[in-house]
């Protein structure tokens, strides 16, 4: 008996080992560029290119950030792209849930095609859609504004959101709403009271992707932004790349204040992706 | 808003049995939960979209004051474009090695850091280290792959070679689909992540219980489970990254020669390097099939799991 | 409650969400697009370019200040995006008739512009304006008017690394291609990851093709069309591509030529990394922030052996143009005028390092700063050429040349069958 269990911990142990070193490996994959990212940004120009590399130069500053900071025009981007991706976010959860929702739990006429049209349409290269897209937004009034943006977001988002949505939808028992439904409760109790908390997990991994798509977008805030008080962060960080020449500690400082929100973001919703939140009412 | 919404439905009135009103309810229903996604979609992605359709079927538009119908002249024209044909060779691989790529890392990551294992604190600094790759956007993506894998660049420097690995012929197209699986993978991860949360805990004892190894369960037990995202994940991949436009754009321009050419980049020249925007369409049409019959079996798999 | 009612609630339900939805977005729409009306009877011209974020914080936008104080009830609007961006931006507003009124043009977007009815003629306004174009250094036409005027122009002599050469035994910048060849072999063999000479020909932006290849055939005399057409396999020509592929032969060039942007081989060039680079005068000042140890001089680019005529000195410009649907033409030529004029156009050729497009102004740095008073003797010794100026889709033009030259590199065909293949494909084009 004793003895089992000492082979069991010594596996369990190896298996630990084996864990960690596979942790480890996934992390210098996912991290070294970006580390390296972040040692340039304190670099200066020359430092950047030197061989053989360093991590850390003579030249080590933070004049990259202050030139960032101290340019109102830079942190008007950021300000942007926060209302941008914020509005964008909520929005996209608002709608995604409930037409998820209609995929998810209902039959009804129509269901087949306007599914297969959400998901396909967002397969044309939006480098074709520019041009008539700028035309109908333009007429629409909504060039250089927020919702102009917001909206154009929405459009991009919605088809993911609403995938990934469905498949989270399917992923839950229907015998769980289908219950509260047999008390007599609406089709919106039973998908707020009870599809929604279970998908918390879901919903945060949806928005926070659902953020990013809006914080990186470069092609359209570019188009359908004219005035340098409406630019985002992607068109801050491409006009430090030059007809001639890259400001490139600078880049890669923007760069990686650029990806702060995201990974604050990240970080706060993380505790909904540890394990127990959901798995309790799934199994009832 | 919330308040509105969640409005409790009236308990008075439910003498009859659910049943016999359900048929009703679920004809308006979900057409109402649509309505706000659908009123959009029309506006701002059906509307350009049929636009960029009907002039694949004209000669030069926009350069054209009043363009004239052409059949499907255009079709022919870019069907018969070996660089077409080239484009669309390299943008299977692309699509598919990274796809591939992005399921089995994404995979793996997320079952890792979902170990039980490891303790909290390192399982949350290694779930922030691994999501760094989507944090940037693809322009800076594809400058700082340029500059770690410049001949005279950090990776060759450490591997004491002076390969190059964007500029041969023979390594771009794997050198650019290795970049976008690092830039990719993130998204598996954390929506799988998201889904292993769902996976009944009981289901995995039982399945100990009758004395299941691990590889077993795994494949029994979690992967049937995971099926929904996965299938929506892969589909929405599919679709994203044959699409990929920026990261291969700013690495390589579709060189050396042709051998990064994707339907993106090839589709970006037809319209803004020779101005040939009823082409580009078409070539733009010709991809929105090819993603159509993805959506249609996407739709029907749909079906068959309600 | 019936069950209708109930039915009908959960629609209106549904249909708050989508009330709300956009109510919210009227809320933001508000927050947003506040200023852009017309303030008190001035007129507001808009000027998209890319020369802002290029020029050092706020020169630009003094400049503008300045034409608005000159020019009392104008107002200029910057519109500065990327400049590897202002095609596109400019395309889809033309295409939606949102053109600003004044753009900023790239010699190789003129053809485009002018054929598509984007960009007005110039000579007409010109004539309105009774503007005497004699100071103009040169102006880009397409069919007999002008459609550009080159507000700056960046010329792109060659840069020669003096220590690397001088090391490697090379006593003075080579002027002829065989000096060239020799001095790019000497100064590869130093070995430590140096190379002669560095050749950008990244197809994203393929203008290596018309600085760093076609700029040889240019210094030579020679040309790349005839009658207005393509004439690639003419000797000219074949000659440089022949010379170029020699070089590659010798591995006397930095790797990594086939994905290189014009930005990399300055980055490789300011590092000590390579001894000579055809490259734009703009970058003086860099290289000089960058490492302030290196040693560099310009001179112009090598001949063909014995050549002694006048040697075309390759060149981009900033170019300047108006929209054809610009309300506001007359008020839009008043700020080319200003640019053009010989005090302001010294004044944006010293901050851009750049030469002035009116021939009688002299930016200051012709007198301070040795390397540019070079520069500029080369400039007057010669005569700008930059054949690719004015062509239509002269991007794409170079675009063919760099994937077959590619191919001819790559040992995949013949400098026969590259010319060949590339004088078809551009015949094609025009």
Redesign the interface.
Known sequence: MSETRTTMERR?SR??VG??I??VL??I???A??L??LA?SFK???E??????RLITDGFSFDAYAAIFS?PEKVRFFVNSY?VSL?VTV?TL???I??A???SR????G??P???????????????????????V?A????????GL???Y??FT???A???M???L???PKELDEAV??D??????AL??VLVPVSV??I??VG??TF?IA?????FA??LT???D?RT???G??????????E?NE??AM?IL??IP??VL??FF?R????????GS??S | ??DV?????P?AA?PEP?RRRRPL???A???G??A???A??F???????V??VG?SFMDNV?LNATPELVGVDNFVTVLTDSVFLTATGNTLFFTVGSVAAHLVIGL??AM????P??G?I???I???????????????IA???R??LAP???IN?LLSTDVEWLASPALALGTVTFINI?AGY??FM??L???L??????LHEAATVDGASAWQRFWNVTIP?LR??I???T??DL?WT??Q??LIWMTTGGGPVNVTEM??TY??KL??SRYE?SL??T???L??L???V???F??RH??A?? | MSNEA?VRR?IV??AG?TAA?FG???V??C???GD?GESGGDVTI?FAQ?WE??LP?GEFRALMDEFEKQNPGIKV?????????TK??L???A??R?MPDVVGLDGAWVSDFASQGVITDLSALMEEAGYDDSELASQVQVDGSTYMIPVVN?VYPMFTNDALLADAGVKAPPKNRTEFAEAAAAVTDLGD?TSGWILPLSLETPNGIQNDVMSWTWASGGTMLADGGPDVTNDDVASTVDFVQGLWDDGVIAPGSFTMK??DK???F??G?VGMMID?L??IN?IR???PDLEFSVSAVPAEDGYEGERGIPYASWGIGVAESSEHPEEAFKLIEFLMSQETNAELSSIAGAFPGNKTSTPDFVADDELFADAFEIYQAGYPANEFTGLPVAEQLMRLFGEQFQVLLDGGQTTEEMLDKTQAAWEAEF
């Open positions: 369990r298996q630990r864990v960690v596979g942790l996934g992390a994959f996912a991290a560029p970006v390296w990212m340039s200066s120009n020359t950047i290119f030197e061989l053989p590399p340019d209302v509005s929005l608002l709608v995604a409930h037409a929702y209609a995929f209902f039959d009804f006429a269901k087949r306007i599914n297969m049209v959400i998901v396909s349409v967002q397969a044309v290269p939006p480098i074709t859609l520019l041009i008539p897209y700028f035309g109908i333009v629409l009034g909504l060039y250089n504004t927020y919702p917001i909206l154009t929405m459009v919605l088809p993911y609403i995938v990934m469905t498949g989270y399917n992923t839950i439904r047999m007599g409760a609406g089709s919106m109790t707020w009271r997990p879901g945060v991994s926070v992707y990013m914080w990186n977008e470069y092609l570019l188009t004219r005035t340098q409406m962060v992607p068109i960080i491409q006009l430090l790349m030059g007809q001639h020449s890259y490139w880049l890669m760069s650029g990806s995201v990974l990240f970080l993380q909904y992706f540890i394990s127990g939140l959901t798995s799934v199994k | 808003m919330q919404i969640v409005a409790p439905a308990q439910t659910p309810s679920r004809t229903e979900p057409y939960f649509l706000p996604t659908l959009l979609m506006v701002l992605m059906i509307i350009p979209v636009l960029v002039y926009i793996c990551f890792l850091l979902n170990s294992l490891i909290n390192p399982r949350a290694f779930r922030a280290l691994y999501i760094l790759p989507w944090l940037f956007t693809a322009a800076v400058v700082l792959w500059m770690l005279n660049g950090v420097y690092w993130p998204f954390v929506s992540l998201a889904g949360q769902g996976v009944p805990a009981q489970q929904p995202i299938i929506s994940l589909l929405l679709i044959s699409q436009f920026a339907l993106s589709t970006y319209a803004f925007f580009a369409s070539s733009a049409v991809v929105l090819m993603s159509m993805l959506a249609f996407y739709v749909q079906r799991g309600d | 109930q959960r339900q549904a969400v939805t919210l977005l009227a933001a729409g927050a947003g697009g852009s808009e890319w974020p290029e914080d609007e910057l519109i500065s995006g990327p400049y590897a961006a596109e931006q395309f889809a507003g295409a939606s949102t960046f990851d014009e930005q300055v980055e490789e300011t590092n990394r734009s703009a970058h860099l922030e960058a490492n």
